[in-house]
């Protein structure tokens, strides 16, 4: 009876732990689910930005088209360009070391 009991108790802290692992897991994997999904989100919100400001450049060339030559057409400022850019790699490398860290 008393192996009985110690097989169990031994059996016992065995499932806990593994529950213990389990539980960890999946609170890294809200954590990371969290962080993927602001990531999102503020690509969204960069990307709704990106419309409106296409949606400008399409009206000033539509409404200059006539008037402005081809050469002289204003064309988004060089600032602006390396600015979307060095968000959008941000962006791209964090979901790409959140879908790392979600394969571990």
């Known amino acids: 009876m008393a192996e009985q009991i110690e097989q169990l108790t031994v059996a016992l802290n065995k499932a806990k732990k ?3 692992k389990w539980q960890t897991g999946a609170e890294i994997y809200e954590v990371q689910a969290t962080e993927l999904q602001e990531t999102m989100q503020l690509m ?3 990307i709704e930005k990106l419309r409106d400001e296409n949606e400008v450049l399409r009206q000033n060339q539509g409404q200059r088209q006539t008037v402005v ?3 002289q057409r204003q064309t988004m400022p060089d600032q602006d360009i390396v600015h979307h850019r ?3 790699d ?3 490398s964090k979901i790409q070391q959140l879908e790392q ?3 571990k």
Request: charged share 35%.
């Open 101 to 103: 860290q979600l394969r």
């Open 44 to 46: 969204a919100q960069e």
């Open 69 to 71: 030559p081809v050469k």
């Open 86 to 88: 060095i968000i959008e």
């Open 90 to 92: 941000a962006l791209i």
């Open 18 to 20: 593994e529950a213990e």
